[in-house]
């Protein structure tokens, strides 16, 4: 029994390293990008919730990891690094994308790009309300062309524009609108039906604002099995992922995946990429003891609940040692570890996991 787990293990480590090498191999090919400007919830926030008044802000022990040797808060919702943060080393960014509300994201430095994304946010402008003030996607986009005047008035109009039709664009949101639909289970089901078309039609009217300011390569994550997060496993009181949640992840997702379509479509010079969360996150769950994890289901940093999913991850919290063994960090999101799997699959995964094209491909394009 001993020589078998031993082996297990063994395979675990050397799965790992051959991915991080795969990584480190595909750096040397990859077609420079010119910016990278990022919308979104608190998968990608890098920060901006430290400027507003909200309960929702990623002090520590959130990105304990993220600076070695420096115990400060990272502006990240994970113990260290996002998947963003990967994909940005991935693609040969010295730095990280710069929150939009920090005072030192002006000047050249937005020239490579923003990150708009505030925690807590959703499509739909009233999303996230509870927790105080967020930036939600409206507003964001609001955000991104004032940042396209303040970068006209530095290089011209003709220069902005090829910059940002060459840059790259990642949103994710969606996942805070279908958790608050989640949470009332008296609806029916042709009501749920009407909110997440809902959702699409106002989706729709945004992806078409941030293609008007010229972004035409844009990644957009989908929802992931959200029955599958901490939270929702302790707010229903069941081990496994709940039902219902991940049936209205998916429905919102067929049709999330057909608008992207039809926007690549009929909007000249444009690439929508459906970035499918879904089953990149559940390759994770249903393999985790392959991919060297031993905890699937519980947070790693917890206050209190089975799988610590009760509360958010706060200066009280209990954060476990061994991090790189756990998939989800808190309540909501991923470690690190996880992360770097769901980049590796975002940047050069198949359609399975992201299409037309992947990241690596979208940049060579």
Not at 118 to 131: L, P, Q, V, Y
Not at 305 to 310: A, L, R
Request: positive net charge; glycine residues 6%; charged residues 20%.
């Amino acid at each position: 029994m001993g020589t078998i787990l031993n082996m297990s293990i063994i395979m675990s480590a050397i799965l790992y390293q051959i991915l991080v090498i795969q990584l480190l191999l595909n750096m040397c090919s990859a077609k420079e990008v010119p910016a990278i400007f990022v919308f979104g919830d608190s998968l990608y926030e890098v920060g901006n919730n430290f400027y507003l008044d909200t309960v929702a802000k990623p002090t520590l022990p959130n990105g304990i990891d993220f600076t070695k040797g420096k115990r400060r808060a990272s502006g990240r919702y994970t113990n260290a690094r996002t998947i963003l943060d990967i994909i940005e080393e991935e693609l040969g960014f010295t730095n990280y994308t710069p929150p939009y509300l920090s005072p030192q994201t002006t000047g050249d430095v937005i020239l490579k790009g923003v990150n708009y994304a505030s925690s807590g946010s959703g499509i739909f402008n009233s999303t996230g309300s509870k927790f105080g003030d967020h930036i939600c996607m409206d507003e964001q986009i609001n955000n991104f062309a004032k940042s396209r005047q303040d970068i006209t008035s530095k290089i011209g109009a003709v220069a902005t524009r090829k910059l940002l039709r060459d840059a790259l664009y990642f949103i994710a949101i969606g996942a805070n609108d279908i958790i608050l639909l989640s949470s009332n289970v008296s609806l029916s089901q042709v009501e749920n039906i009407k909110y997440l078309d809902n959702m699409i039609s106002k989706f729709k009217s945004q992806l078409m604002r941030v293609y008007n300011l010229d972004a035409r390569k844009i990644a957009v994550t989908s929802a992931a099995p959200l029955g599958c997060i901490p939270f929702e496993r302790d707010k229903f009181s069941i081990d496994d992922c709940v039902p219902h949640v991940n049936e209205l992840a998916k429905l919102y997702n067929v049709r999330l995946k057909i608008l992207l379509s039809e926007l690549t479509k009929h909007l000249a010079g444009s690439i929508f990429i459906y970035m499918n969360s879904y089953t990149m996150l559940e390759d994770v769950l249903q393999n985790y003891k392959s991919y060297g994890f031993t905890n699937a289901n519980s947070a790693c940093c917890r206050v209190y609940g089975k799988h610590g999913g009760k509360l958010p991850c706060i200066f009280f919290a209990r954060v476990c040692p061994n991090r790189t063994q756990f998939v989800f960090w808190d309540a909501y999101h991923p470690t690190e570890k996880a992360n770097f799997i769901l980049a590796k699959h975002a940047l050069d995964g198949n359609r399975q996991y992201i299409s037309p094209i992947n990241i690596r491909q979208l940049v060579n394009s």
